[in-house]
């Protein structure tokens, strides 16, 4: 990699096409990594892509100030020294020594953390990246895939869709956001106007925790559901986001906490066990009692009978499927018929002459 920051500059600043911010500011980073002493705000606003966008010495100013901040509160350490000769001016850089990380020396099992992270994100945007490092963190031998303790463990979210990136700038800058919105229980469209304060994963789907304008009150919106392109509106720092558990506010989105019952193999759907409690020991005959062919001398000691809390059906029978013949759901009868008829969807697809019987 070359020494000389305006190296990093690229066509941007020749052209002067305005830079998402995101852009400026890895541009930003390698500039400042690569100088040879430090670099002067005006360095910075000729050589690096993005700052020669400024309107005006005032503008540039404050475009460079924010990013600074932006990069200390990131935990890049961007420190100022004196540039030296006859001037008091002041130059940038970054403290290598600080910035630097450690060698990466993973485990198979971090590996392995990683490699089930990685499915998480079904974005293709995201995708290529996230599958890059891992071939490189791979080549580097850090850790054995085939030695991962996770395996049969595979999240999945949908892909994240257009609307993430324009919602998570504008919750950094703390803008107004408006889009159109499909509404869940009556398919109508409606356009909004909102100040989103977070976005969250849960059940399979992306969500928007924000307060609606229109409404005077903190909404919830699926991002699968924005029918629009959405629109950064106002100035920065227009509202402030305050504390809440996002928990807390999916769960009123989403309806209150229920409580199903299975029946898990030991040692098995280590991702269901995290948020489960076992069933009073003087209950747990009585639930073995109901498992399929108990009645007929079945063997029905080789399982542990766990309580496990959710809040959307179809979310929590998709993942009791996805557990197959290791999991058994015995309550509540909706979810376990929804578990069955997902199973036996699956074994419809099973090869020919596959014996494999689902058991739900």
Known sequence: MSSDPSSTAGPGAAAGAALNPAERLLNLVIALVNTNAAMTKQQVRTAVAGYA?????????????RDKD???ALGIPVVTVGTGGHTDELGYRIDQDAYALPPIDLTPAELGVLSLAAQFWQDKTLQ?????ALVKLRAAGAGDPSADALAGLAPSVRAVGDAYGPLMEAIEARRTVTFSYRAAYDGTVRTRHVEPWRIAARDGGWYLMSFDRDRQAPRVFRLSRIESRVRITGPAGAYDIPDFETDVMLGKAHGEVRQAVVAVRPERAGALRARAKPVPDGDRRTWLDRLPGAGDGADATGWDVLEVPFRSLSGMASEAAGYGAALIVLEPEPVREETLRRLAAAAALAPAGSTEVPRG
């Open 53 to 65: 966008d400024a309107p005006s010495d005032e503008a540039f100013e404050r475009m460079f100030e």
């Open 70 to 72: 932006m990069l200390r």
């Open 128 to 132: 290529t990246d996230i599958n890059r």
